[in-house]
């Protein structure tokens, strides 16, 4: 008996480590935008939220309660707008809204129709480009038994820094987009090379239509991998929202579908992947901390200025979110750390390494440089995926006091020898003119002794 019991309690306390909550490192609660009657549609994709820690509130596209923001305040830290065929969401859903919830550090995941809609101008601000309305996605390869804009989209590893595992193909079905060279935009789900989009009606088996998009030129053809049927953008601030190119992505149909006899669909683990971007659980950063000094002095407080030339040590302590714990932890694998002195312009760009015996430190020296002003040490960490860290200290730097410089400059001695040269030649030459006057006053005294 007591055998059985311990074996229970050994099971439940394994069961509970692997269940650990997954969460978000701005907040939980989630407000869905979706249509009460194609709720149970995307029933597998709000389950895992729940069982993430997430607290969802759903909400129909014509309602007006709850509301999104008031007072300038947004009442829920992430928003999900999963009714795409939707013609109204309400007052107080418009782009205007969604860009200010951004600023407020808001996260928004948005799925795009395939008609016109108020979300097509939302996405143009963001520097996607969509192709005509009742454009979608289409593939004839491989070739399968579904329709042709219903797509089987392979996922490779490390192809989007916001993927984080492993992924099985994912069923595609919407609108893809073109990327502008807008820096802050990440694509998470490229579109297959053989895939193409067209104003073009398809009909089913027929490539014919790929021909007739080619022969309209401008507009009527959107073609290959350079599209993304998902795309991320993050914004300075640190806020993310992710654009969706079909609703159909999150739904239980497609996330239940095999893509190979036996294989089921990836669609569940990439809506999971790209929720866990967009509502800060993966590749978030944050600076907790910097510190600088002299390289001769133990002490690590802050000197209020330097001196030219002066060896000084910056450090600074990166922290990164981890979601199963719930809490930030010292981060040391930043390999490309840079930190730059700056006055206009850097004078010193150099690198940031980590500290092994320190998690979380990065730390170097260098030499002020030979000139007075005020600077800046200023980290400016920017990469595809990632938060950015931002951290910006001024400080002056000064020439030396008037007892600062050295006695001697081994640079000046060409000098030192020419004024010492020249005064023991003025005190030969005085010595010289002295005893010489002497003599001729000895000489004139001698003739007039003579002459008496």
Not at 65 to 87: M, T
């Amino acid at each position: 008996m007591f055998g059985f019991r311990r074996w229970c309690l050994l099971a439940l306390s394994a069961a509970s480590l692997l269940c650990v909550d997954a969460k978000s490192s701005t907040g939980d609660s989630v407000l869905v935008v979706v249509d009460p009657n194609n709720q149970d549609k995307y029933s597998l994709f709000f389950d895992g939220l729940k069982d993430s820690g997430y607290k969802l509130t759903f909400r129909s596209p014509k309602a007006e309660k709850p509301v999104v923001i008031a007072d300038d305040v947004p009442n829920f830290d992430h928003v999900i707008l999963l009714a795409p065929e939707a013609r109204n969401l309400g007052k107080d859903i418009t782009p205007q809204s969604i860009v200010q919830l951004l600023s407020l550090k808001t996260n928004v995941i948005v799925t795009l129709p395939t008609k016109q809609s108020p979300l097509h101008s939302l996405a143009a601000e963001f520097g996607l480009i969509l192709p005509p309305p009742g454009s979608p996605l289409i593939s004839y390869f491989p070739q399968r038994d579904t329709p042709s804009s219903l797509i089987p989209i392979p996922v490779e590893d490390h192809s989007s820094p916001a993927l984080t595992k492993h992924i099985e193909p994912v069923w595609f079905s919407g609108i893809p987009q073109a990327l502008s060279t807008n820096p802050l935009l990440i694509p998470i789900l490229r579109a297959p090379a053989e895939s193409f989009a067209s104003e073009t009606l398809v009909t089913s088996g027929s490539a014919d239509a790929l021909v007739e998009s080619a022969e309209k030129g401008g507009e009527g053809l959107w073609a290959g991998s350079s599209l993304s049927a998902v795309t991320g953008f993050q914004a300075t601030n640190g806020a993310r929202i992710a654009f969706v190119g079909g609703a159909e992505v999150f739904s239980d149909e497609l996330a239940q579908k095999e893509v190979a006899p036996y294989v089921k669909s990836g669609n569940a683990d990439f809506s999971r992947e790209v929720a866990a971007w967009t509502f800060q659980e993966n590749l978030v950063l944050r600076i907790d901390g910097v510190e600088h000094h002299l390289a001769h002095e133990n002490t690590t407080v802050a000197k209020e200025q330097y001196t030219n030339n002066d060896n000084v040590v910056f450090s600074a302590y990166v922290s990164k979110w981890d979601a199963k714990q719930g809490r930030w932890e010292p981060y040391s694998g930043l390999k490309d750390l840079q930190l730059e002195f700056t006055m206009l312009d850097p004078f010193i760009r150099t690198a940031l390494p980590p500290v092994r015996a320190t998690p979380g430190k990065y730390s170097t020296t260098f030499r002020a440089p030979d000139r007075h002003g005020v600077f800046k040490f200023i980290i400016d960490y920017k990469r595809k995926g990632w938060t950015s860290l931002q951290s910006s200290t001024t400080i002056p730097v000064v020439p030396p006091r008037h007892d600062g410089y050295p006695r001697f400059l081994s640079a000046a001695w060409p000098y030192y020898a020419g004024a010492i040269s020249t005064s023991v030649a003025f005190l030969l030459f005085s010595t010289a003119w002295l005893a010489g006057e002497a003599r001729d006053r000895s000489s004139r005294k001698a003739k007039g002794s003579k002459a008496e």
